[in-house]
């Protein structure tokens, strides 16, 4: 077998770096938070509903969820990566959640790294989105990229994430953002598949959220600031000592969660929308439902349980499904579409 170009294997350790930090070191927020913890439920002390058909299915980007979760984008292009992607997957046929992919910018550069990402054959029936970084449309990628990426996976939809501070963080970033938002829009046009905005971490504004709509974008992912730093992460990584200060210095940027999901649904009240960046339970993730998401993505619960075993990772999933159901319960609501009604979530002076 022929010695993989430079470029892959450099993206390759970059991606193990990833998962070794994300797991190992403390990468979190650390002063900012998701802005959850400034709403709560109205407590029902009288459900008058049987717990057990309490539920949870809903319908996003044309298929049935058993519960309104996305094990969100993560991983891939390594054996360790391919190891989690097959559990992530297992998990999600089985609860049938939706779920994405890392970028799949290493599999364009070695094809051979494909089967590191591709679930499909492990999980026929769910939402499954393809990843790319927005930016590589500024470095030599186009729609035949996109739609190779999209082939792979036999997606249902591509996610662009947007990550310009860690670009702009990461040692040899690609930071030229220019001219992306008419790429996108050409992009969108072209392709038959749904297209889903994403940041990585430090949220989507309302204003942006307008612009990423006017380009056609099917769905906006928020992942709003609370969560996983990825200017921390990228700081662990650099060699550079300006890269490790600029890392630390902008550790705590971005819109909180919460907010991304208010100012936006006041804006775009029927987009898609998925509320991620920071979740750690079933209770934040009601939360975002009742603000207006339509499902909730977690990230690093679902690394940490997928990365130690599969009993772990059922255990978590479990345990998200009873809190949430719990929620539901304890407001007196019979579904999700209960949750919405204005006086379920309020928030707090």
Not at 94 to 110: C, D, F, H, P
Not at 184 to 193: D, G, H, M, R, V
């Amino acid at each position: 077998m022929a010695t993989p170009p430079i470029a892959t294997l450099e993206t390759q350790a970059r991606k193990a770096d990833h998962l070794r930090i994300c797991l190992d070191e403390d990468v979190q927020f650390h002063r900012k938070t998701n802005g959850l913890e400034a709403y709560r439920f109205t407590h029902c002390c009288l459900p008058e509903l049987d717990r057990d058909q309490i539920d949870l299915h809903t319908d996003f980007l044309g298929k049935r969820l058993g519960a309104p979760l996305l094990i969100s984008s993560m991983t891939g292009g390594t054996e360790q990566a391919r190891v989690i992607n097959t559990r992530l997957a297992t998990l999600a046929q089985k609860y049938k959640l939706a779920m994405g992919v890392g970028s799949q910018r290493v599999a364009i550069e070695n094809p051979e790294l494909t089967p590191t990402f591709a679930m499909r054959s492990v999980a026929p029936d769910i939402l499954l989105f393809a990843n790319l970084g927005a930016v590589q449309l500024n470095y030599n990628y186009g729609i035949d990229h996109c739609q190779r990426v999209i082939d792979a996976l036999e997606a249902d939809a591509l996610i662009l994430h947007l990550n310009p501070l860690q670009e702009c963080v990461q040692t040899g970033g690609d930071t030229n953002f220019k001219g992306l938002l008419n790429k996108i829009e050409t992009l969108c046009a072209k392709l038959s598949t749904p297209v889903i905005a994403k940041e990585v971490g430090n949220g989507i504004s309302a204003e942006m959220a307008q612009k990423l709509i006017n380009t056609g974008i099917t769905a906006i992912d928020v992942a709003g600031a609370g969560g996983t730093s990825w200017a921390r992460v990228e700081s662990e990584r650099a060699k550079d000592p300006k890269q490790r200060r600029l890392g630390n210095t902008f550790a705590d940027w971005g819109i909180p969660t919460a907010e991304c999901i208010t100012t936006i649904r006041a804006i775009a009240p029927t987009v898609p929308l998925i509320a991620s960046g920071g979740l750690r339970n079933g209770l934040e993730a009601a939360k975002t439902i009742a603000l207006g998401a339509d499902i909730a993505g977690l990230a690093w619960p679902f690394l940490q349980a997928a990365s130690e075993s599969e009993a772990a990772l059922q255990e978590l999933a479990e345990a998200l499904i009873a809190e949430f159901t719990t929620v539901l319960f304890c407001t007196g609501k019979a579904n999700l579409m209960g949750l919405r009604d204005g006086n379920t979530l309020q928030r707090l002076v």
